[in-house]
């Protein structure tokens, strides 16, 4: 199975080492938005889109690729990494679902893990969620990935 992996980590790496952990498992070239075209996805079986999170959204930057993708029949998925932990009625990983979704992508799933954060009243007290994604969230990222083969 071809797959590529969008994924736009700009604070720390926390989410290229997310997507790293996934393209092990699911041998994925790993890419940020602007390594890659918008038409360039239609070759693959299936896409991973994902980022850290900004003031509750996804990096606007991935947000920008997601919105110029042409239509797609594709299978998709999201993956976001985050400090603070996403709220149940208002997910970061619909915006970009729904999106993919509009573009005719089957969504196949979400994952999502804690990682460390360094946001403006966060750096007063050196960040939290230090040391994060741990061991355990990349497990747990693999995990997700061996799901959607």
Known sequence: MKTLLV????????TRRVAQAMAEVLGARVVAPQEVSAAEPADYDLVGFGS?????????DLLAFVRALPRSSGRAFVFATSGLPELALAPFTRAPVRLLRHKGFAVEGTFTCRAFDTWTP???IGGIN????????LAAARAFATRLQ
């Open 52 to 60: 850290g999170v900004f003031s509750q959204r996804m990096h606007p």
């Open 7 to 14: 994924c736009t980590s700009v604070s720390h790496g926390n």
């Open 130 to 137: 230090k040391r994060r994604p741990n061991g355990a969230d």
């Open 122 to 124: 966060f750096r007063l």
